[in-house]
């Protein structure tokens, strides 16, 4: 799964990539202006943490979202076919936005987040529509040759995905069945993308508070409510410095600005709750570990995340809740409590499950 960052010139994108995924990129910037990099970053899990506590395994493995920078988006990058290609590979988008003062940074005109919002959505509805009506005239000589069932659903769908984004609402917001998403998944449309709005404001003695009342106070409430779509805030300045620190040194550096976790925890996580993923965990002597699979999975597809043979073989999963576990102190004590259970193949994984799969291979 992989997650692409945009925005205009000047907001602090490629910054934010760095820090997420400790890319070393060169100073200069690109040597192509439309090159895309790619960077992985670890989720952060406290629940993974306290298990890896628990058991004092050899190794903690966590959960993992790719992230990819592209250069500052517009209508002349829409149109080039290389970037493109780079967006349109993503399963999900997040927009950052320039929400701090800085006079050595130029900007044109006042810093208004809502407004460059809207501009770049206009620009990637209008890259949609473009793609959209060649797809119809297409469908429609093809439907003068030959009527089939599949063309007319699709002919249906792309004329009612053309009336949306000719009322400025993109495709993200459009209700579809599962097999209209898979219809039309092939062209990946770039307003369908599920969006994070992540605001870069300013450094302040009350960073925490201004990080919790940003959306609010820059007006992306109502915007970040919408379906497939989510707000967040960090301070870039704040969180190079935190990329510089070891644990210790960052534990009071948040503390001084009465922060729990750093925005930049918030924003991996929110683009990992934005593509729609959750995390179970194995857990042992050997390696404490989190898995990615999509909400709504059942126990079989969480054993062929860990591998396809114990999807294929899978017989039983040994469940427990994360939290359960701790409690109990050991899988023993939660088997004798009864909160270790076995489930079968009907099984829904939920979001904090402890697993042990028992297979047939």
């Known amino acids: 799964m992989k997650t692409g960052i945009i925005g205009l010139p000047q907001v602090g994108k490629t910054s934010l990539f760095k820090i997420l995924t400790k890319a070393k990129l060169e100073d200069h910037g690109y040597s192509n202006p439309r090159e895309a990099h790619i960077g992985v970053a670890r989720v952060p899990d406290e629940r993974l943490d306290k298990l890896s506590a628990l058991y004092s395994p050899k190794k903690t ?3 993992t979202v790719d992230y990819v920078d592209v250069a500052a988006i517009g ?3 829409l149109k080039e076919t290389s970037f493109l290609t780079n967006l349109r590979n993503v399963d999900a988008l997040i927009h950052v936005l320039r929400a ?11 810093i208004d987040p809502l407004r460059n919002v809207k501009n770049v959505e206009f620009d990637l509805m209008v890259s949609d529509l473009a793609q959209i009506e060649k797809r119809i005239e297409r469908v429609e000589k093809d439907l003068k040759k030959n009527r089939t069932g599949d063309l007319e659903r699709e002919h249906a769908l792309l004329l009612r995905s053309k009336e949306s984004l000719e009322k400025e609402q993109p495709l993200r917001e459009l209700e579809m069945t599962p097999e209209e998403k898979k219809l039309i998944r092939g062209f990946m449309f770039l307003s369908q993308k599920p969006i994070l709005y992540a605001l870069n404001i300013s450094e302040s ?5 201004d990080l919790d009342a940003a959306a609010s106070r820059f007006k992306l409430d109502e915007i970040a409510h919408r379906p497939n779509a989510a707000a967040t805030a960090i301070c870039g300045k704040v969180e190079a410095e935190l990329a510089e620190m070891d644990d210790a040194e960052a534990a009071d550096f948040l503390e001084s600005y ?3 976790e750093s925005g930049l925890v918030r924003l991996i996580r929110k683009s990992y709750e934005l593509l729609g993923l959750i995390s179970f965990f194995t857990a042992g002597e050997d390696e404490c570990r989190a898995w990615t699979i999509p909400a709504g999975s059942k126990a079989p597809q969480g054993a062929g995340a860990i591998h396809s043979d114990l999807e294929h073989h899978f017989i039983r999963a040994e469940t427990i809740r994360w939290d359960a576990l701790l409690d109990a102190g050991s899988e023993a004590a939660a088997r004798a409590r009864g909160t270790l259970r076995l489930e079968g193949k009907e099984y829904v994984v939920q979001d904090g499950d402890v697993m042990h799969i028992r297979h047939s291979g």
């Not at 701090?100 to 006042?110: A, C, L, M, R």
């Not at 003695?205 to 508070?209: E, F, K, R, V």
């Open 61 to 63: 493995t966590y959960a």
């Open 205 to 209: 003695s009350t960073l925490g508070a």
């Open 75 to 77: 209508q002349e990058a």
């Open 258 to 260: 009465d922060l729990h």
């Open 100 to 110: 701090f003062e800085n006079e050595s940074i130029p900007h044109v005109g006042p």
